[in-house]
């Protein structure tokens, strides 16, 4: 009996997660959820993982490199979901996955089955090595795995009807849209000023233009297509400041000098509901799309309660100048109600907290309850029309992101 009640607990928990997800809307459609109840997740993880931890909604961690940090992970079931369900996969679809693991790739052939093709490349030869074992373990052995730097993709396989992306790019190489099929989706975390959209991107003339977008964090991208952000410590690893942008500079010395001034505050009277869905990464994306010096910090709150109280510890929007910052904070005024604020350091600290008040209140006013920015991505050195409303260009070494906000006031209608 209790051999037959271990046999069937891995089914019953992929049961389990296929119920939650749908529940939660990140299951949509039927074949989405029969591949979640088919693919045994636990004979991706690595050895010692409980079944618990194997079919938690959460990230399963893969690998670590030398430094202790994060660069192959299961993702969470609920942003695997989400992907599978905006590339639209059918049977017989052709799909490229970037960043390898096993266990989406054979998520993906559940869907696509035997008249589809699945190509998992990965540049980390061990990552390849692992998923291949862990693909013929659990009965995938018709996905191919390639090792090869994702950033050029695997022509050999294509074209395909989508390509998915499972590490956090800060570009969009050429190779992924020439191997894409005509009507094909490209489904890819983007990162843009320290802030991970996943996109879901479609061919519009010489440009692509992102039909959705979510909140999400992966691990960074390795090889020809790394993350160029620069990352500058504060205090230690405890508070921590990440720039993408190359026009701007950053003075560590200077900065933390300005750690040690007194803080400004400013509490504009703009306040959110706990569960208001979408407000907070709306917020955090319209202050990244100022064209002003920018960054994010992440801060271990608990060792630096004296000094920050930033509204999201691991990317909390900063507007900087040479020798000061402010940072978006909250406070519960009352019981499920959160109050956007500004703290500001630094000889400049008060100006710039007044600057970022009046963003959330200029966000507020004209942005908050709209259909958000429109995120297009754009050949580099390819014109872009000008627009009136407010717009981030973000120039990568292959393409150009435009992040635009449609302002009734202005340009509404506009369309890149």
């Not at 609920?78 to 996955?97: H, I």
Request: one cysteine or more; glycine letters at 8%.
């Amino acid at each position: 009996m209790e051999s037959s009640v271990a046999a069937t607990a891995p089914e019953q928990m992929r049961a389990d997660l296929a119920e939650q997800l749908s529940a939660r809307k990140w299951i949509k459609t039927s074949v989405i959820d029969a591949a979640f109840r088919a693919v045994p997740r636990h004979l991706f993880a690595p050895a010692g993982t409980t079944l618990q931890a194997a079919y938690a909604d959460d990230v399963v961690i893969t690998k670590k490199n030398a430094e202790g940090r994060t660069c192959s992970s299961i993702s969470a079931p609920w942003l695997q979901a989400y992907m599978l369900e905006q590339a639209v996969l059918r049977p017989g679809s052709r799909v490229l996955e970037i960043g390898s693991g096993g266990y989406n790739a054979a998520l993906i052939a559940e869907v696509v089955g035997s008249a589809g093709t699945v190509v998992s490349l990965d540049i980390d030869a061990d990552v390849v090595a692992n998923a291949r074992a862990a693909l013929d373990r659990a009965g995938y052995p018709q996905v191919q795995v390639v090792h090869g730097d994702g950033e050029l993709g695997h022509a050999a396989g294509g074209p395909y009807d989508a390509v998915i992306v499972t590490v956090n790019a800060s570009d969009i190489p050429p190779a992924w849209t020439e191997q894409l099929a005509p009507g094909g989706r490209l489904v890819a975390p983007v990162r843009m000023r320290a802030n991970t959209r996943c996109l879901t991107l479609q061919r519009h003339g010489d440009h692509l233009i992102a039909t959705a977008a979510l909140q999400c964090g992966f691990v960074p991208m390795q090889g020809q297509g790394r993350d160029p952000g620069r990352s500058t410590p504060l205090r230690g690893d405890d508070i921590v400041l990440a720039v993408d942008d190359p026009s701007t500079t950053v003075d560590a010395e200077a900065l933390v000098a300005a750690l040690r001034t007194p803080r400004a505050e400013v509490w504009p009277p703009v306040t959110a509901q706990v569960d208001e869905a979408g407000v907070f990464e709306s917020i955090h994306l319209w202050l990244a799309s100022q064209s002003r010096p920018y960054g994010a910090l992440t801060v271990d709150r608990e060792r630096v309660t004296d000094l920050l109280d930033p509204d999201n510890r691991f990317v909390c929007p900063t507007l900087l100048t040479a020798d000061s910052f402010a940072h978006l904070t909250l406070r519960q005024p009352e019981r499920g109600v959160y109050q956007f604020g500004a703290h500001g350091f630094g000889p400049g600290g008060a100006a710039l907290a007044d600057d970022l008040a009046e963003l959330i209140m200029a966000w507020d006013e004209t942005h908050r309850h709209g259909p958000g920015p429109r995120i297009t991505v754009h050949p580099a050195g390819a014109p872009i029309p000008a627009t009136r409303s407010v717009r981030l260009l973000v120039p990568r070494r292959h393409t150009t992101v435009a992040i635009t906000w449609p302002d009734e006031r202005h340009d509404r209608e506009d369309q890149v």
